[in-house]
């Protein structure tokens, strides 16, 4: 279904586009055109190496508002500072964002106009990263994506394909029409607001001694993915976290936890909720009892006999509660072959409501990577989804919510 351009989230919104140098800028005027087609306001920052690939006089045409430049314009600073441009926003938008600019960002620095009012805003933060794959790929900026993401900035893209430089790869920006609609589904509608939900993300440490422990390869990605969506469509969410390197999700309660029943613990305390989705990998056994010292190789004496005790099933257990369990309860079946059938198997064991089964064998590259193959099982007839990111899993799975509880 299209929506009609008039009905968009954008309409009366106030857009600061800031375009960085990059190749991409050559796009600036076709995303400026998207955005108030669907009556956004959009007024333009240029950067100075900007200005190598577009102009600001193409940039003025179409946004039919003056372009800012320079921060050092005596006349800008008496007229409208840089402060006051960043706030009259109700978005700023960086596309293309360059390695540079985001550099930049994440280490608060700003040498000119477009940098300072990054740092000046109060307003939600948006970036089209837009870069040679290499340099999208090295670890500075990753690392520096990974610094912004978890100051709550928003970021759509890159895309993988073939760049102007002739690798190919992701780094080219996100079309215009992505763009809108990431901007699109920040403004729009928030389906969960007023409900609470409950997230498990990331694997279990369970210690055998002061300095070992048992855990898995679970990254936490798909898990905070789904964390950051629910929380863009208004739940109240909290997110029961083991050790990951996933930065918070903007918006969302963290609590960091260790062991499955550390997990359980902070599940229970975060009760009541209307929504909880069981993510984490948690481990299924722990070590009987914990050595109070490092345990010693001692010389012949052979490797350590550990004893196990079974862990407690943080899904049964929120499934089975009498009392205020979760009005739906999701969990996982991370599968390697009959998938759907030993999901269909775990939702009945585990008693919660509906189980997003995925094939997590290593061909598939689902664990620690950043795709996976879902099948939603619930009462109904298993509905099967594409591949997709674990970005898109998490849209999807809260737009199921959001139809089953008939928010939409
Ligand atoms: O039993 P299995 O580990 O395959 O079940 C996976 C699902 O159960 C996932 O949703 C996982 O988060 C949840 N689980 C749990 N507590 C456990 C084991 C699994 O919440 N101890």
């Not at 550099?103 to 106009?113: E, H, I, T, V, W």
């Not at 900035?153 to 990431?182: D, T, Y």
């Not at 403004?187 to 993300?201: C, E, H, I």
């Not at 139809?403 to 939409?408: Q, S, Y």
Request: with cysteine; charged share 20%.
């Amino acid at each position: 279904m299209t929506v009609p351009i008039d009905a968009s989230p954008l309409a009366g919104r106030r857009v600061l586009l800031i375009v960085g140098g990059g190749i991409a800028a050559v796009k600036a005027p076709d995303l400026i055109r998207r955005l108030r087609e669907r009556g956004a306001a959009v007024r333009c920052v240029l950067t100075q190496a900007g200005h190598e690939f577009t102009t600001p006089l193409a940039l003025s045409s179409l946004s039919e508002d003056r372009v800012f430049t320079d921060l050092f314009d005596l006349t800008d600073e008496s007229e409208m500072g840089h402060i006051q441009l960043s706030r009259q926003a109700d978005i700023v938008l960086v596309a293309p964002a360059t390695a540079n600019l985001m550099g930049r960002m994440a280490a608060g620095m700003a040498p000119d106009l477009a940098a300072t009012l990054l740092l000046a805003t109060d307003k939600p933060v948006m970036l089209a990263p837009a870069m040679n794959v290499r340099m999208w790929l090295h670890p500075a900026t990753q690392r520096n994506l990974a610094l912004l993401q978890g100051d709550g900035v928003m970021v759509v893209g890159p895309n993988e394909g073939n760049m102007a430089c002739g690798e190919f790869g992701p780094g080219r920006m996100a079309e215009p029409l992505e763009i809108v609609a990431a901007l699109e589904a920040h403004f729009g509608p928030r389906p969960l607001q007023g409900l609470r939900a409950l997230v498990t993300s990331g694997p279990t440490h369970e210690p055998i001694d002061p300095v070992r422990y048992i855990a898995n390869r679970s990254s936490g990605k798909q898990g905070h993915a789904i964390a950051a969506a629910l929380a863009r469509a208004g739940a109240k969410t909290v997110l029961v976290s083991g050790p990951t390197s996933q930065p918070d999700p903007a918006g969302v309660e963290v609590r960091r936890i260790e062991t499955a029943r550390q997990m359980l613990d902070a599940c229970e305390a975060a009760l009541p909720a209307d929504i909880a989705v069981c993510a984490a990998a948690v481990a299924d056994w722990r070590v009987a009892t914990e050595a109070g010292e490092k345990l010693k190789k001692e010389k012949g004496g052979g490797p350590p006999g550990l004893a196990f005790a079974e862990n407690p099933d943080i899904l049964a257990t929120l499934s089975g509660r009498a009392e205020a369990r979760p009005g739906l309860v999701i969990g996982f079946a991370a599968e390697t072959e009959k998938v759907i059938e030993h999901a269909v198997a775990k939702r009945q064991r585990k008693g919660c409501d509906w189980i997003l089964a995925n094939d997590v064998s290593p061909a598939t590259g689902t664990f620690g990577g950043d795709n996976n193959s879902v099948t939603l099982i619930s009462a109904g007839e298993p509905d099967t989804w594409p591949p997709l990111s674990k970005q898109q899993v998490a849209e999807r799975l809260v737009q199921r919510i959001a139809l089953h509880l008939g928010r939409t």
